[in-house]
């Protein structure tokens, strides 16, 4: 199953380090991020997280990104 959310994650560098946290709360899960350039204007300009698995618990997925201080839907 894939999942492909809509986020304002700004950068690269915040994605890596969102990602980490990500995998270690969710470690059966995938999951990366497609960012061309500074988020400034949500949801207009936005990054694309992408997250594949068997199970993808997508309230709980996007309650933790929330956690992290950013805005996730669902695409």
Not at 4 to 24: C, G, R, S, Y
Request: charged fraction near 25%.
């Amino acid at each position: 199953m894939i999942e492909v959310f809509m986020t304002n994650i700004p950068n690269k560098n915040q994605a890596v380090d969102i990602i980490t946290t990500l995998e270690n709360n969710f470690p059966t899960l995938k999951i990366s991020f497609d960012i061309e350039r500074t988020i400034i204007n949500y949801p207009y300009d936005h990054s694309i997280l992408r997250v594949e698995g068997n199970t993808i618990e997508v309230e709980d997925f996007m309650s933790a990104i929330n956690k992290l201080g950013f805005e996730c839907d669902i695409l």
